[in-house]
């Protein structure tokens, strides 16, 4: 089936440790994006692609890496985990570009970080 | 600096009822505003663009209206059913902010809770 999927979909780590969420979307958009929900906050852009290879820093980038080396894929990577990264974690693609097309949400990652 | 204030926060209303969100903005250069439904566990969902010459559209019993002078949308529900219990959040788009992610600016959403 068409569409974007994110696993793991539920993530227990140790504070320092590293870990990857994976992102995979079937419709070959160009754009893919990663965001963190928290409560009080909505939804904050951390990192996003406007094509394979072309990566940009969002609001919150400090802490994480991504990298896109299939248009399909969009890895998120924290390199050391630390308790205020506990987040849920969404992936998301569109068409155009967000400005210009609907967001394409995955259905999350939640990450706890002890 | 650009802002997305929605109201109220949450709202809990009886199946079969009628009610209506609200999306306050400070957003320049506007250029559209979505409404997304986010289930429970789920990502959002995006229902309808609003762009500037648009003052009023409807998605089945979702009716979105935008006033651009006033920096204003609304979200009313016509006939709440139990599937509409979900967050609702409000993005508005900023034209010329950046390549195609810069300019969104997200509200923190409007909890809405259907009771039988």
């Known amino acids: 089936d068409a569409g974007i999927t994110q696993s793991p979909r539920y993530k227990i780590t140790e504070t320092g440790r590293q870990v990857t969420l994976m992102c995979h979307q079937t419709w070959s958009h160009s754009y893919m994006f990663w965001y963190r929900q928290d409560l009080g906050h909505g939804l904050r852009l951390i990192y996003y692609?406007?094509?394979?290879?072309?990566?940009d820093k969002g609001e919150v980038p400090d802490g994480y890496v991504v990298s896109r080396s299939k248009t399909e894929n969009f890895p998120l990577t924290l390199e050391s985990a630390t308790r205020s990264q506990t987040s849920v974690y969404f992936c998301?693609?569109?068409?155009?570009?967000?400005?210009?097309?609907?967001?394409?949400f995955g259905n999350g990652t939640r990450l706890t970080v002890t | 600096k650009n802002q997305v204030e929605q109201s109220p926060q949450s709202l809990i209303i009886l199946e079969g009822k009628n009610c209506t969100l609200q999306?306050?903005?400070?957003?320049?250069?506007?250029?559209?505003l979505r409404w997304y439904k986010q289930d429970t566990g789920r990502g959002p969902v995006s229902l309808t663009i609003m762009t500037f010459s648009e003052n009023t559209k409807s998605n089945g019993r979702y009716t979105a209206t935008l006033d651009a002078d006033t920096k204003q949308s609304s979200l009313h529900i016509t006939a709440s059913q139990l599937s509409d219990s979900a967050s609702y959040i409000c993005v508005v788009t900023s034209r010329g902010e950046g390549g195609g992610a810069d300019g969104l600016t997200f509200g923190k959403g409007t909890h809405l809770i259907i009771q039988p």
């Open positions: 692609s406007a094509a394979a290879d072309i990566t």
């Open positions: 999306c306050n903005y400070t957003v320049s250069p506007f250029s559209n």
């Open positions: 998301a693609s569109s068409e155009y570009g967000a400005s210009d097309s609907p967001l394409h």
